[in-house]
């Protein structure tokens, strides 16, 4: 697993599809994850959302406001990769909102 992997994760009985946000080198065997909503059909944008884009393997919107750690043993299929481009945008949202400079 890897930054930018889409996973499905399991959530009790729910699955939901999340964006691994951590790097490996900076936090060895901890990994920190972000869902993925669906794109709202009404079009509202919702607290620190990232909107995924066409390069991306699902359109919707990663709230980096719910980062949490995932457990492995939860992590299920692989979805695909985010874009350089959208991972560039989660990192700068990260950066903000944990207030890092």
Not at 2 to 25: F, L, P
Not at 48 to 61: F, Q
Not at 70 to 93: F, H, K, N, Q, Y
Request: overall charge positive; charged content about 25%.
């Amino acid at each position: 697993m890897r930054r930018g992997d889409v996973h499905e994760y399991a959530i009790g009985s729910r699955v939901v599809r999340a964006v691994i946000v951590s790097a490996g080198q900076y936090a060895p065997g901890r990994i920190a994850m972000a869902p993925v909503a669906e794109v709202d059909p009404k079009g509202k944008a919702f607290g620190l959302a990232v909107p995924t884009g066409a390069a991306d393997p699902l359109l919707g919107s990663v709230d980096v406001g719910r980062i949490r750690p995932a457990d492995p043993e939860l992590i299920r299929a692989r979805v695909g990769t985010m874009s350089a481009v959208t991972m560039g945008r989660i990192s700068a949202a990260l950066k903000d909102f944990l207030d890092l400079d």
